[in-house]
């Protein structure tokens, strides 16, 4: 279990491959809206994609491109 409490806002998130995801914006974790991958909505990724928070990044279980494919975006 990765522990969460190192993930800060405005970090960024990264695939497996070290590609870039988004940002972080608040738990749950909410990428910021203003990231260019985000076409302006907020994104969330479930923490359970979450494989280690590693030298002020993010790092997640799979590869960016599939962590975009299934990110699910949120009104406002």
Same mark, same amino acid.
């Given at each position: 279990?990765?522990?969460?409490?190192?993930?800060?806002? +405005?970090?960024?998130?990264?695939?497996?491959?070290?590609?870039? $995801?988004? !940002? *972080? &914006?608040?738990?749950?974790?909410? /990428? @910021?809206?203003?990231?260019?991958?985000? +076409?302006?909505?907020?994104?969330?990724?479930?923490?359970?994609? $979450?494989? !280690? *928070? &590693?030298?002020?990044?993010?790092? /997640? @279980?799979?590869?960016?491109?599939?962590?975009?494919?299934?990110?699910?975006?949120?009104?406002?």
């Amino acid at each position: 279990m990765v522990d969460t409490t190192k993930i800060e806002e +405005h970090m960024e998130v990264v695939g497996s491959d070290g590609q870039h $995801v988004g !940002s *972080v &914006d608040n738990l749950g974790i909410k /990428l @910021t809206k203003k990231d260019p991958l985000a +076409h302006d909505q907020h994104h969330y990724i479930k923490l359970d994609y $979450v494989a !280690s *928070v &590693d030298g002020g990044k993010v790092v /997640l @279980t799979m590869p960016a491109a599939q962590a975009l494919a299934e990110y699910k975006a949120v009104e406002n």
